[in-house]
């Protein structure tokens, strides 16, 4: 399936930038044909029903909808089927059997198994119907191509970003860069940038990036460069030609290759050359109060937040400000020069305009609750509807860059298409990132979440927004209804007080409901620089449904799935959206306590949203019944902790205690928990093959999930039990990016450990876990091997072993630079093991008769 998307990605991208497209124009009947997909092993063309009744005949259909096939899909639905049976069996079976050594344990595993089994129909219920929707780029540039392409809606591009620092400005200039230089039309666009750190640095770093911008955007478009983010496009190791002018191209790649360290270096040097200039200007301008202002180049003192910080010029405490850094370019390609010698790159053909980019610091002041990233989202919401207000946003992180430089338009194929286009709220592409670890220690690639879940989610009413990646329509960002539920176009009359008091922003609101929108260029003036200056205010929002019923949802850990599930709950629906080369990429947290962290906001979110009013049980009709269960899962997950918890210490009980059945018969018992346990697995095969994934992104899911359940959910239960008491919320800690990424040290992330009480739970069911293996060794020595104990302990063993084997990552990652050497885990594993053996073994073994008479005549 992937390989047709990326063939189609190629089609366009030869004739990139300006040229024609070869072949097969204008004919829907030849594009649907194109659109058909050769073979393939799991994915079959589902049925496109609903095309006539909408009257697809005179607009053609821009995507495909794929549905697994019967082969796979009969027998996967049927072993979900099987598995709710033996469960539904095994309670029954278990109610009937009371037999146990002890009734607060049996009724304790009850509750425990009652509720694994809740969760697992839960989890497995919205993954009965995947569906894969295959954007057509070659149909949307038949129906908007190259001379329609003026055809084409707006698009308002996002990036937030808080610290040059702890989110290194290397990657955010890497990631603007990409936005201008990406294959979309270049004034059908906007960038934006947030910086909630207010620093200087971070505008320098966008005059910066404007400036080689000029250079790297139209060598690009010359030489169909892929990716478009400079640093990741000079780390590839080899750099295969799509464009068609490779005599000139090793030379226009050494010369910007040099620029490119030059700017490098430039942006490197910001924060000092920023000191020293700030310097001068203080020591030649001081009035001798002793504050030390930060300077810009123009010799103005610059309006956020200073290097010294003083009143009103510190992080938490500055006032907003807008600079658009590029203003929207004419709509008119403009082809750059030929060769001459000041310029030795030869544009003449390569259309040099930049997409518009702005810059954005949000006010800020003390008292105020900022509302992090979903804060800083809804104020660009706003100032971008001033700007430029295109029908469409994108959002990304500082750290996420576009990676295929048609990703832009994929998304439009589900947006336009005739069937639910005008229904669908956004597009969802699943994450992708670099600089992980190769045997992907934590499973940050996350694949089984992404390829998985949310494919089969798109079977219903689409995938949960994800934070970064996403295209939304504007005007179900303001909390409006999809068009197959509303009455009148757009009511605005009496909405005042729903969206602040700007009444600019408001009558700019029915523009952003034209889906075809384009962008018109706007003069920032005096009055609309007021305007502007008002919708950053931290007052604006006071009394109006910012952070509620508009925009980005406030007052929890997880603003994005949160504010996706607001879309579905109005009957919006999302589309999921992959693409070969991934279209996105960014970065993942390798070390562990940084990737606890952020699983620890996740899950503590997820609480959150069950314990508010985006509660799922309390959504209306217009919500999928599936599509609730998936948000309930979403929502509860972490509380599977308790329970998980509960039997990971449980063979506590065998260090002690000969034997301690919570069951009995105790074989008959562990069949059923390992046939339950398998038929799991093996339904998890099935996806494995549907979502495309490998073996061992799986097995990766599987032990961060025991990681995540053992170590980090308690701790979110634990939270939000303490928030319910005292309403205090979790606080969203930044995620710090990888610093170690750029230098050549790639992954020293992975073997760095922080100790923080979170890892506490685990290590403690790692000790309970070895010691018990150890404890079995020992009873097995004192009762020999062959007598009905031993079996029983070898049994209780397995499980024992299997929770081992899913905390092994864990274990190596909290041995820090040793974890390079698992040798070293192992060999301490079988000293631990043997330790507790022997010592169990000499508590227990019964004395021989020789030995206690020994000991008596000792005694006399
Ligand atoms: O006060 C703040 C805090 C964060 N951010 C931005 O928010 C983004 C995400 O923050 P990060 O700490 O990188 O979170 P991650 O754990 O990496 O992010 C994932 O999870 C978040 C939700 O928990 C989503 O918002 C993100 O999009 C998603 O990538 C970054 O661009 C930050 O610059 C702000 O703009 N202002
Ligand atoms: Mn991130």
Redesign the pocket.
Known sequence: MAAAVTRRVNALRVEAPAADVESGRGAPEEAAKRAVDAKDDVWVAADEGDTASTGGASRPLLFRTMKVKGSILHPYRFLIFMRLIAVVAFFAWRVKHRNHDGMWLWATSMVADTWFGFSWILNQLPKLNPIKRVPDLAALADQYGSSGEANLPGIDIFV???DPVD?PILYTVNTILSILATDYPVDKYACYL?D?GGTLVHYEAMVEVASFAALWVPFCRKHCVEPRSPENYFAMKTQPYAGSMAGEFMRDHRRVRREYDDFKDRIDSLSSTIRQRSDAYNSSSNKGDGVRATWMADGTQWPGTWIEQSENHRRGQHAGIVQVILNHPSCKPQLGSPASTENPFDFSNIDTRLPMLVYIAREKRPGYN?Q??AG?MNVMLRVSALLSNAPFVVNF????YINNSQALRAPMCFMLDPRDGQNTAFVQFP?RFDDVDPTDRYANHNRVFFDGTMLSLNGLQGPSY???GTMFRRVALYGMEPPRYRAENIKLVGKADEFGTSTSLVNSMPDAAIQERSITPVLVDEGLGNDLAALMTCAYEDGSSWGRDVGWVYNI????VVTGFRMHRQGWRSMYCSMEPAAFR?TA?INLTERLY?VL??SG?SLEMFFSHSNALLAGRRLHPLQRVAYLNMSTYPIVTVFILAYNLFPVLWLFSEQFYIQRPFGTYIMYLVAVIAMMHVIGMFEVKWAGITLLDWCRNEQFYMIGATGVYPTAVLYMALKLVTGKGIY?R??S?QTEACSNDKFADLYTVRWVPLLIPTVAVLVVNVAAVGAAIGKAATWGLFTEQAHHVVLGMVFNVWILVLLYPFALGIMGQWGKRPVILFVMLVMAIGAVGIVYFTLHAPYPAEWSEVAASLGR
């Not at 850990?557 to 994005?560: I, K, L, P, R, V």
């Open positions: 937030t970003t808080v989110e947030s909630d900022h992090k990233k800083a992180d500082c750290d996420h994450q994800l934070g970064t850990a997880t603003e994005d960014g947290p952020q906001r996740w979110g969203f930044l995620t990016k």
